[in-house]
T-cell receptor, first 113, second 116 residues
């Protein structure tokens, strides 16, 4: 199993550009989520999904869109990038029953100029 | 609102010098407390889950304990390879679309540096 994979690993955008961060998991997990990690702020939840077709907002959703058309994939879209979105983004997945341990991907480091 | 506070923010130890990291929390309906290890440039790596007060779990030089208000991560005779950021998170039950899931709230982490 590859676990949780994320692409790209690094990305530089200009203000106003759009892009999609990709996340995939091969563990058949129902729950998937996106976090951003900023110095001194800890990991903050952006959006999450409990299954295909079901998404909801987390703590810091503004400026981001998500969709979940398959169990495996959960892309994060930045519609019009802003410097405040410079951060490291992590995708995570877990089962929705049992221990519910969330497993994280390797991250995408995004810089918005 | 669920809250997690980790202390200290940074900890420097000599190799072999045992110590503890603290995670204080407030949560409505704790389903689990998680410890993760994060190396620079990497994603968080799962270490432990604790479910109830009094529970303890061990892995190599690490031992996690849980009370009703806080958790400790004890590091015994640390080695330089234990240097990392240690993250604590609490999980509460939440529901979306008729499905229960585990919502995680993270602390800011403790940066551990172990010098040879």
């Amino acid at each position: 199993n590859a676990g949780v994979t994320q692409t790209p690993k690094f990305q530089v955008l200009k203000t106003g550009q759009s892009m999609t961060l990709q996340c995939a998991q091969d563990m058949n997990h129902e729950y998937m989520s996106w976090y951003r990690q900023d110095p001194g702020m800890g990991l903050r939840l952006i959006h999450y999904s409990v299954g295909a077709g079901i998404t909801d907002q987390g703590e810091v959703p503004n400026g981001y869109n998500v969709s979940r058309s398959t169990t495996e994939d959960f892309p994060l879209r930045l519609l019009s990038a802003a410097p405040s979105q410079t951060s490291v983004y992590f995708c995570a997945s877990s089962a929705t029953s049992g221990g519910r341990t969330q497993y994280f991907g390797p991250g995408t480091r995004l810089t918005v100029l | 609102e669920d809250q997690v506070t980790q202390s200290p923010e940074a900890l420097r130890l000599q190799e072999g010098e045992s110590s503890s990291l603290n995670c204080s929390y407030t949560v409505s309906g704790l389903r689990g407390l998680f410890w993760y290890r994060q190396d620079p440039g990497k994603g968080p790596e799962f270490l432990f889950t604790l479910y109830s007060a009094g529970e303890e779990k061990e892995k190599e030089r690490l031992k996690a304990t849980l009370t009703k208000k806080e958790s400790f991560l004890h590091i015994t005779a640390p080695k330089p390879e234990d240097s990392a950021t240690y993250l604590c998170a609490v999980q509460a039950s939440s529901f979306a679309g008729g499905t229960s899931y585990g919502k995680l709230t993270f602390g800011q982490g403790t940066i551990l540096t172990v010098h040879p």
